[in-house]
Each structure stands twice: as C-alpha cells, then as structure tokens.
C-alpha cells in the first residue's frame, strides 16, 4: 500500500509538471473546460461536480464545498488537462476496454476483475437501483440492456455503464464502455482509472464497499 501510494505521488507530482507545460488558453479551448488568467486556475467540470485546479498552489479541490478528490481523482483530472496532443472529437459510438489501442485488451481481465464483478454484484439483481445511483452522478438512463446510463465524466469523455439483469437461470451482467475517442484524450492506464473511478462510485452509492484511492 505504500509504494501505491508513493507511485500515486509521483504520478501527481508528473502531471503538475506536464500541465506547466501546457499552453493555458490551448487547453481550455481544446479541452472545454475554462481558465482564469488572474487566478491561474482552470474550472473543469468532472461528472455532476466543478472542480478548481489551482495551478499557483498546485490544489485540486471542489468548487462548491472546497473538499479535496482522492488522489485518483486528481491524478485523473491533470491527465485530462495535459495527455491530449491535438484537437479530437468525440465520435459518439460505444466500444469496449478491449477495443481501446494501447493495452486495452492487455489490461481487460484486471478490470473485469476489479470494476465489472462489483458492477454485477451490486445491480445484477436490482437494475433500476443502477439508475438511481447514476441520478446522483449526473447519469441519464439510456437504451441498453436491462438498464443503462450515459455519465460525462468530463467534457469530451462519456461513459456508459449497462446492466443485464439475472435470474436462477441466466447469470447477471455488466460493462463499462468508452467513445473511442478517449485514446486521443487519456492513456490506456487514465482510461482505466475513469472506468474503475466511476464503478466504485457507483457500488458505493448503491451500499457497497469502494476500493481505497478514488
């Protein structure tokens, strides 16, 4: 656990120091968030909540209460501001983890694993508790499987959790899917963290256990 952490430290510390690097009016045009000159900060919408990133004392916390997101979150939200190295769109189709170029098929088990067996555990046999949950995170109900919701995690990055509910006889299911855009706009590791970041949020609201760093 302390070498986690340790990584997530210099992971932070690296995306402080990307982000100097950025022009402040190219990424807030490029990436639809908005910047501050006088105050050197960027106001960058993650899910249903305002996030300031200070960049004069390197802070990251919420607009509306001050508190401060986990350092995955965080590690997340510099990422946003600073992976991207040219204008991209989202293309408004689903794909899955393992259809995302650089590793994610490679990482789809550990995911699987980690994020969809919680999925299925907390709504396979209660789907329209999914879209309760979802509400709270600026989620709207969408067409797929039994139930579904469409979450902006930022600007230019949905995500949609679907639901196929079980019985006795045929196995619950979940997935986690992704606009292949996202590999212009987070590395394979980043996109993982948005998929992981939103599953445990959602298992937590549903009364469940969350995993440690989001």
């Known amino acids: 656990m302390y070498l986690e952490k340790t990584n997530y430290r210099v992971a932070l510390d690296k995306g402080w120091e990307d982000l100097k690097l950025k022009d402040p009016a190219e990424v807030a045009k490029i990436m639809q968030v908005t910047y501050l000159s006088d105050r050197q900060q960027f106001i960058v919408p993650f899910f249903n909540e305002q996030v300031i990133v200070d960049c004069s004392r390197q802070t990251i916390y919420n607009a509306a209460d001050g508190s401060v997101p986990g350092i995955g979150a965080r590690m997340l939200i510099l990422h946003y501001l600073t992976f991207f190295a040219s204008r991209q769109e989202p293309v408004c189709k689903w794909v899955s983890l393992k259809e995302i170029p650089g590793g994610g098929m490679l990482f789809y088990p550990a995911f699987y694993k980690d994020s969809i067996r919680g999925l299925i555990k907390a709504f396979g046999r209660q789907s329209a508790l999914l879209l309760a ?32 509910e079980g019985d006795e006889e045929v196995p619950a299911n979940a997935t986690v899917l992704f606009d292949p855009s996202i590999e212009h706009f987070l590395h394979i590791e980043s996109v993982i963290g948005v998929g992981s970041y939103l599953a445990n949020k959602l298992i937590k609201l549903a009364g469940m256990d969350m995993v440690p760093g989001n």
């Open 133 to 164: 949950c979802a509400k709270q995170m600026g989620g709207q109900p969408a067409g797929f499987g039994t139930a579904s919701a469409v979450f902006q995690t930022f600007p230019k990055i949905p995500l949609c959790v679907i639901i196929w």
